[in-house]
Each structure stands twice: as structure tokens, then as C-alpha cells.
């Protein structure tokens, strides 16, 4: 209790001639100073997420983030981190025709890497294949009824966010 009845100091001007810079707490204790590579299992747990509809396995995780490391430069998107905590948000950018966009195509490989990750996997042999699950002509056809209703959904979606974005273009452009 006595650190809390302790008046506040102010240090700035003594740290900087001491040429001292203190790194944000969000970096953590790592010996870089830099969150760069938990901002990729962020990323990663993210996209796994939402190919997957579950959490992914730690180990899947794990695979994401050697794969960006290796064969992508191993920096992290550039992407908001509502993104990250509803996974389901990255329909919106998973646009055939954002996909073909300069900024938008690191996105599209990433998505693909995470896909085939999840493919080899036995969550994704659960997820793809309905590997385990018994079910019924009756849960089939329903199960295909919602999804071509959950597709014609994030089609109007993406048409609806593609419009916006198109006329707010415009009016900035005015």
C-alpha cells in the first residue's frame, strides 16, 4: 500500500538525458522490446479462427506464424484489432475483388497459407470434411439450405460495403 501513497514523479526529462527510452507495456518482456511476433500468433489465431469457426490449436498456431516468418518477411498486418477479437469480421475482406488489390493481396496470401495450415490439420479435417459427425438427410439439407442462405447474406453484405465505399469516395473526391 505505501507504492500507492507514493507521489507521482515526473521523469521524462531525466530519462532523456540519461538517453534512456522506455518501451510500451503492450511490447512485453521480450528481449527485442517488440511485439511483432505476438502480433502474429494475434494474426494468426485470428484467420485460423475464422477459417476454422473455433479456436485453433495451439500447434496450428504455432505453424502460422513459422510459415509468415520464413516465407513472408515476418511482419505482421496491418489490420484493426476488432478484426481479431470477432473473427467473422474477415468476410468482409475476403473479397474476390479486394483480392486482386495491391494492399489487399499480402491479405489474400495469408488467408490462402491459413487455409491449407487448417486443411492438413485434424480441426480441419473436422471443420471441411465433417470428419465424426453423423448426421441425417434432413440435418444435411438443412445444414446446405443455411449456407447458401449465409452466401447470398455476405454477398448483399459486400455489395452493401462496396457501394458505401464507392459513394464515400466520390464524395470525398467533391
Known amino acids: 500500500m505505501s507504492l ?9 526529462h531525466d530519462l532523456k538525458l540519461l538517453g534512456i527510452s522506455l518501451r510500451p507495456i503492450t511490447s512485453g518482456m521480450t528481449l527485442s522490446g517488440r511485439n511483432r511476433r505476438r502480433n502474429l500468433i494475434r494474426e494468426g489465431k485470428g484467420l485460423l479462427t475464422y477459417i476454422l469457426k473455433t479456436t485453433p490449436s495451439i ?10 516468418e ?3 518477411e515476418g511482419q ?11 473473427p467473422f469480421l474477415f468476410g468482409f475482406l475476403d473479397e474476390p475483388g479486394l483480392k486482386t488489390d495491391g494492399s489487399h493481396a499480402e491479405f489474400a496470401l495469408r488467408l490462402n497459407a491459413a487455409v491449407v495450415l487448417a486443411e492438413a490439420t485434424t480441426q480441419g479435417a473436422r471443420r471441411f470434411l465433417a470428419l465424426g459427425s453423423h448426421m441425417g ?13 449465409l452466401e447470398i447474406f455476405w454477398r448483399a453484405s ?3 460495403a462496396n457501394l458505401f465505399m464507392k459513394l464515400r469516395r466520390r464524395s470525398t473526391e467533391l
Open 137 to 149: 438427410l434432413p440435418v444435411c439439407l438443412s445444414a446446405m439450405l443455411s449456407a447458401v442462405v
Open 59 to 68: 500447434a496450428l498456431i504455432k505453424r502460422y506464424v513459422r510459415y509468415v
Open 70 to 72: 520464413s516465407v513472408r
Open 76 to 86: 505482421p498486418l496491418t489490420i484493426s484489432s476488432m478484426m481479431y477479437r470477432w
Open 158 to 160: 459486400r455489395l452493401g
Open 4 to 12: 500507492f501513497d507514493l507521489p507521482s514523479m515526473k521523469t521524462a
